[in-house]
């Protein structure tokens, strides 16, 4: 169980291109909370994930993570985050197993199996993954959540290239893990009717 996580963001103002994507933007969540970015393609959902992990920074506005304030020094909140943007982040030339050995360096062999029986990636185990489908590779590339033991989840469209039972899998795993104490931020263009969420929309 994690201990009570809370993230407030207050008077956001993200700008690209010599565009507001955001000016103004304040919402706070806390531990249990599955929260939805909302907003036109172009609208900075993206931006505002990388935002508040540390890849991009705002022209203005505080974000403040469990009491501390990481507006500047992202440290204190990275150590406690998994970040999930567009690109798979994993290694197709490697195998399935590779990728999570690669991933979580530390994650006992029975933790490696449970979790490949999870996403039903076990029958897959030794194959490259530059020859599994496209929601096969995301699977594998999702398998941080299910092997990771941090408190928030920033997800940008965590449910592309996945299938039905690759949708159901996932939703499970967030219900999971806010139900324990985890807070999850996602950008998703799919309705979720199995997930209980907040929203927070963005003006395009």
């Not at 096969?136 to 033991?149: E, H």
């Amino acid at each position: 169980m994690h201990s009570f996580a809370s993230l407030t963001v207050s008077d956001l103002w993200i700008e690209r291109a010599e565009r507001d994507l955001c000016k103004g933007l304040s919402f706070s969540v806390q531990s249990g909370d599955v929260v939805r970015i909302l907003g036109e393609n172009g609208a900075g959902k993206s931006s505002l994930l990388k935002v508040i992990v540390g890849i991009l920074s705002p022209l203005q506005g505080q974000i403040v993570y469990s009491g501390e304030d990481v507006t500047v020094d992202r440290r204190f909140l990275q150590q406690d985050v998994i970040y999930l943007g567009h690109s798979a982040g994993i290694k197709p030339q490697l195998t399935v197993i590779e990728n999570l050995r690669w991933y979580c360096p530390d994650a006992s062999p029975s933790a490696l199996h449970e979790v490949l029986e999870s996403l039903e990636l076990i029958d897959h185990i030794d194959v490259p993954v530059k020859k599994l489908s496209a929601g096969q590779a995301r699977r594998v590339a999702l398998s941080r959540l299910w092997l990771g033991k941090k408190t928030l989840w920033l997800l940008d469209e965590p449910f592309a290239s996945l299938d039905v039972r690759g949708v159901e899998l996932l939703e499970a795993c967030i219900r999971q893990h806010a139900s324990v104490g985890g807070l999850v931020l996602l950008t998703t263009h799919q309705d979720l009717p199995s997930l209980s969420t907040r929203d927070v929309a963005l003006l395009s």
